[in-house]
């Protein structure tokens, strides 16, 4: 990674910990001082777009390179963090859900810090003007969107859990709970509908699941896909929500993560030759 990149990826950094800061802050705030409460959201939306900025030119500079894209385990990775601090960036404009970022900043500051520190494994260079790298990069839109829902469901059933034992400490610093429910949905679509996408364009490619080594990746990815669409069937038939969501979904993105991720990590640093 050149220098110029290291540096946007320190400063980063730095954002996403004031930003991080600032969020803490805002919600001890008290109904009495919700003015002060409002600038420093404010203040918080800015800084997170400070960051994803910076996050986004580090990443694509170590992502782009002059060989092709270089698709290593801690770029992915960082480009899926990039997606998933800006993908709530976006509906913080028409939900308050900028809280959300008490889970989304610290993971993308590990991931930062991954792209500063750690050496990317045994990876495959694309070449820039390769009709697969569209579908490489649709794919881990897809991912991101779909981690950001697992993040939300982690979030909501912590949410839930709390409601029940009347304890409203952690509850208090997220979004209300119908808020939650309508992004998770909305995340689950998108992501569901992209993945749908990758898949499609993904078997284009497919001459050969087992001599491309990709057989156990494709099994689980169409495994977690289908749970995806037996998910939103059944909300959108039988009005599913709440804990059967969080169950349904981080079911689906296990599969997801072991599938692409996992898989990624053993090709790369296990099996390197």
Request: proline share 1%; aromatic share 8%; net charge neutral.
């Amino acid at each position: 990674m050149n220098e110029s990149a290291s540096i946007t990826a320190a400063a980063a950094i730095v954002f996403y910990a004031l930003g991080f800061a600032q969020l803490i802050t805002a919600q001890k705030q008290t109904a009495e001082t919700m003015a002060a409460a409002s600038g420093t959201q404010k203040r918080v939306a800015l800084l997170g777009l400070a960051a994803v900025l910076c996050h986004a030119w580090a990443t694509f500079s170590a992502l782009v390179t002059d060989a092709g894209i270089d698709l290593a385990l801690v770029h992915v990775c960082n480009y899926i963090a990039v997606v998933m601090v800006a993908v709530v960036a976006a509906a913080n404009s028409r939900l308050p859900v900028i809280s959300v970022n008490l889970l989304l900043f610290p993971i993308a500051v590990v991931n930062a810090l991954a792209l500063l520190i750690v050496k990317p494994g045994n990876s495959t260079q694309l070449a820039i003007d390769s009709i697969q790298s569209a579908h490489i990069i649709l794919s881990l839109t897809a991912y991101a969107g779909l981690m950001t829902a697992a993040l939300q469901s982690i979030l909501l059933a912590f949410q839930e859990q709390q409601l029940q034992r009347l304890d409203t400490g952690f509850y208090r610093m997220l979004p209300a709970l119908e808020t939650m429910e309508r992004l998770l949905i909305a995340m689950l679509w998108i992501g569901t509908v992209l993945l749908s996408l990758a898949i499609f364009t993904g078997l284009l490619f497919l001459d050969d699941m087992f001599a491309q080594r990709v057989a156990h990746h494709t099994v689980l990815t169409t495994l977690s896909w289908l749970i995806y669409v037996g998910f939103l069937v059944g909300h959108h038939l039988m009005g599913w929500r709440g804990i059967t969501a969080v169950r349904w979904n981080l079911s689906a993105f296990g599969l997801l993560l072991l599938g692409y991720v996992g898989s990624k990590f053993v090709l790369e640093y296990l099996l390197q030759s």
